[in-house]
Every structure is written in structure tokens, then in C-alpha cells.
């Protein structure tokens, strides 16, 4: 679709909104003053004669005419009313926009900057970061770091003062204060209008529609109201801004000083207790070390001991091997002596009987010689 195309329907769209609106203000202006459509239809259908529906006619068309008076008189009220919002929305916006919309920034950057943790020196926003009150000391810090200084360090006193915690609680006050700036500088990234705006141009309005057009102020006194109130004797308003600025950051550097500082005095607490740890371990290390010298010491003279045990069971080893060897000869020769001992024996009994057969006294002789 070429450009010409597009700029005929544009007008197009434009033109049936146009109507379209108009359509429902007029039926906004009608439902607003009792009225109806079919009303001049149906009073046009009323009478029987002749002369009577033409009064009756002439009644209607005036009524009528009164009627579409009415309905855009009230068509123009509309059309006035959401010109004006539309004029208040755009005031809004200018000024947001303007010097305004940078106090606002200035407003919000300056709170949110006061409501930093003292540790992390993170905004106390979200689960992770809430804002934890200690009592009774009332600081507050955010979760996270109070996890790491309680649990982690096991560290049971307030970061910045010190005295002893009981117990703890999210400062739910702080935290809606927090959320409402954080939301706040998430309508002003978006490029909208913040409703305190809006809603300040719509108050103004209602005050000038009630109220008699104020007279001109007179220069000089509200210059000195101002000054007298606002300012103190000798400074400009902008001096007083970027004083109480840098007052501000003085008061959030001294409160991360301190923080710091009790740290830096834990820490170097912890330093010296870890010292005199360390004093201890290396006396009981040398302990340990000469009872490893005694103990080597022991167990080389253990070792030269068992040497000489293991020398003498080796030699008595062998001494038994060979009284066993010369006790089983002797057990062989034993029982070769026996078999020829039992067999000598056989010999002399049957000597001994022959000579018996042969001379009975000489046999009696022998046996009494040699009898045990």
C-alpha cells in the first residue's frame, strides 16, 4: 500500500472516530438528562383530528428544539470537562517534565540514598534486602547482611552501636516507604505522569472554580515571607539545597563510619584472639613434633629389637630342624637294633633248646649264666 493509501485511511479512522465519539456524547448527554431517542417519535404519533395533531405537532417540535438545546448544551459541558482533563494531564506532564519533574528526581534520589544499608550501602528493597529493625537497640539494616553479621560471624550485637540484639523484625513503615519511591521512579522510567501531579492540577482546579480570582500578591512581602521562613539570614536557596544535601550525606557517612569502624575493632578483635590460637597450636605442634622424635626413636629401637628376635627364631628354627633330624635317625636305628635284637633272640632259644635235647644240665648252666 503506497503513502497516499495509507494517509486516505488514516483520515478515514480518524473521521469514524470523530463520529463515533460525538455518537456517544450525545447518548451520554440524553442518558444524563432523562431523555430517549424515540421520545419526538412517539409524541409525533399521539391525537386522532386533524387540528388537534397540529397543536399537538407544534408542541413536539418545540419541545423538541428545547430538547436539542438541552442536549448540546450538555454535549458541550462533556467536551469542555474532558478538554480540561486532557489540559490538566498535559500541565502535569510539563511540569514533571520541567524544573518540577527534577525536584522530584532530586526528592527521590535524596530518600532513596538516605535508605541504603550501612554495610552493603544497597537500597533496602526486595525479599533479599528488606529492612530489619534490631532491638532494642531500633537500627536497621537489611536482611542479608544481618544474616552474614548474626549467623556467619556469630556475632550477636548491632553493627553500629554494638549493644547486645534480642531479637529482630522487618520494618515494615520503611519498607512501604522504599516500595512507594521505587514504584515511583518505575512511573517516572516509564515516561508518565505521577498521580500526585495529576491529582495536584485537579485540586488547584477545583479551588479556582470555588473560590474568587485572588488578588495580585505584593512582590516585596511574599520575597520576605519566603526568605523569613524558608531561609536562614545570608543563604540563597540554593545554597540551603546543597547544604542540607551535603548535611545528608554526613549523617549516612558518619552512621558507614561507624559501622566500619566497630568492624575494623571485631575484626582486629578476632585477629588477636586468632594469634593467641595460633601461640597455643604452635606449643602444642612442638609437644606433638618431640613426641614423634620419641616415638620414631622407640620404634627404631623396637625394630633393631625385633630384628635380633627374628635372628633368634631363625637359629632356633634351624636347631629344632636338625634335633629333628638326628632324633629320627635315632628312632631308625632303634628299630633296626630291635629287628635284629628279635632275631638274635630267636637264635639263642633255639641254641639253647638244641643243647638241652643234648645235655639238659649243661643247658640248665647256660641259662642261669646269661639269665637278666
Not at 20 to 48: F, I, M, N, P, V
Not at 62 to 76: F, G, K, P, Y
Not at 116 to 124: A, G, K, R, V
Not at 282 to 290: W, Y
Amino acid at each position: 500500500m503506497d503513502q497516499p493509501s495509507r494517509d486516505l485511511l488514516a483520515a478515514r479512522q480518524r473521521a469514524w472516530m470523530q463520529q463515533r465519539q460525538a455518537e456517544l456524547d450525545r447518548k451520554k448527554a440524553e442518558q444524563s438528562l432523562g431523555l430517549t431517542s424515540g421520545t419526538a417519535s412517539a409524541a409525533t404519533s399521539r391525537g386522532s383530528n386533524g387540528g388537534a395533531v397540529a397543536n399537538q405537532a407544534e408542541i413536539d417540535a418545540s419541545r423538541s428544539a428545547a430538547n436539542n438545546c438541552a442536549v448540546l448544551d450538555r454535549i458541550t459541558e462533556q467536551i469542555t470537562e474532558r478538554l480540561l482533563v486532557q489540559v490538566r494531564h498535559e500541565n502535569a506532564r510539563i511540569m514533571q517534565d520541567g524544573a518540577v519533574g527534577a525536584q522530584v528526581e532530586a526528592l527521590l534520589e535524596r530518600h532513596i540514598g538516605t535508605n541504603t544499608c550501612p554495610i552493603c550501602y544497597e537500597l533496602m528493597a526486595g525479599k533479599e534486602r528488606q529492612p530489619t529493625l534490631l532491638f532494642p537497640c531500633g537500627h536497621t539494616f537489611c536482611a542479608s547482611c544481618l544474616r552474614q553479621h548474626l549467623e556467619k560471624l556469630q556475632r550477636k550485637t548491632c553493627p553500629f552501636c554494638r549493644e547486645r540484639v534480642s531479637s529482630q523484625a522487618p520494618n515494615v513503615s520503611l519498607q512501604q516507604i522504599i516500595d512507594g519511591f521505587v514504584e515511583r521512579q518505575q512511573v517516572l522510567a516509564r515516561g508518565e505522569v505521577l498521580p500526585e501531579l495529576i491529582q495536584g492540577q485537579e485540586a488547584v482546579a477545583q479551588q479556582h472554580q470555588h473560590q474568587p480570582p485572588p488578588q495580585p500578591p505584593n512582590q516585596h512581602a511574599h520575597a520576605h515571607a519566603t526568605q523569613r521562613l524558608l531561609l536562614p539570614p545570608g543563604l540563597l536557596p540554593s545554597e540551603e539545597e546543597a547544604a542540607q544535601r551535603y548535611a545528608e550525606q554526613y549523617r549516612v557517612f558518619s552512621m558507614r563510619s561507624r559501622v566500619m569502624a566497630n568492624q575494623l575493632h571485631d575484626s582486629r578483635a578476632e585477629a588477636a584472639a586468632l594469634r593467641k590460637q595460633r601461640q597455643t597450636a604452635e606449643t602444642v605442634l612442638a609437644h606433638l613434633h618431640r613426641e614423634e622424635a620419641d616415638a620414631a626413636a622407640r620404634l627404631e629401637a623396637a625394630r633393631l629389637e625385633l630384628e635380633v628376635i627374628r635372628t633368634q627364631l631363625a637359629e632356633q628354627a634351624d636347631k629344632c630342624a636338625q634335633v629333628d633330624m638326628q632324633q629320627a635317625e635315632l628312632e631308625q636305628m632303634a628299630t633296626l637294633v630291635e629287628q635284629t635284637q628279635s632275631s638274635i633272640e630267636l637264635e639263642r632259644q633255639k641254641a639253647l633248646l638244641l643243647v638241652h635235647n643234648f645235655a639238659p644240665v649243661l643247658a640248665e648252666e647256660l641259662r642261669r649264666e646269661f639269665a637278666e
